[in-house]
């Protein structure tokens, strides 16, 4: 083992898949890219890791509402696109040439090129750690995608692409909880 440095120790322990948040603030629609997730217990609750840096905050605050839609490593070039400029000054939807669908439940788009979306609600931001609870409330996937793999960022900018899934489920079904 040789030392590694400290402020580099979270690109070992790199989170969920890399995921566009769509928002609208009542004027306008916009997408953030969350490279920070997390699912939390075998809920439809996640949290994700944003704060007042970013341009979608303000419309997470006011209207409480977002999608989070599941990009795939086709897509690589315009997750890392839609987080280098700032919605702001920037129609990310147009510059990016991705459609937005209208959601069920929320006023924010679905992001029709994404594998899934999730339509969300905000239930808590824990301003100390810049964390925003969601809970979802409808869930949405393409089957005819054909690309499926996810990206996961390690923090340095590059990106782990999913591989081989690995089936133990069998294995695991006594462990689970009833009804995962």
Not at 59 to 70: E, G, N, P, S, Y
Not at 134 to 142: G, N, P, R, S
């Amino acid at each position: 083992m040789c030392p590694l440095e400290l402020s580099k120790a979270f690109t070992l322990m790199e989170p969920g898949p890399v995921v566009l948040v769509s928002t609208h603030d009542g004027r306008g629609s916009n997408i953030m890219t969350i490279s920070w997730t997390m699912v939390l217990d075998f809920s439809p609750q996640f949290a994700i890791t944003t704060g007042a840096w970013n341009h979608s905050f303000a419309a997470l605050q006011k209207t409480r509402q977002c999608v989070i839609a599941i990009p795939t490593v086709d897509l690589l070039d315009t997750v890392v696109g839609i987080g280098t400029c700032s919605g702001a000054d920037t129609d990310k939807f147009a510059r990016f040439g991705l459609t937005p669908l209208p959601a069920r439940f929320v006023g924010a788009p679905l992001i029709g090129e994404c594998l899934a979306n999730i339509e969300c609600q905000v239930i808590d931001i824990v301003d100390r750690y810049s964390i925003v609870v969601l809970e979802a409330l409808a869930a949405h996937i393409d089957p005819a995608r054909r690309e499926r793999r996810m990206l996961h960022a390690v923090g340095d900018g590059s990106f782990i692409v999913d591989g081989d899934r690995i089936d133990r489920r069998a294995m695991m079904a006594a462990k689970l909880p009833p009804g995962v």
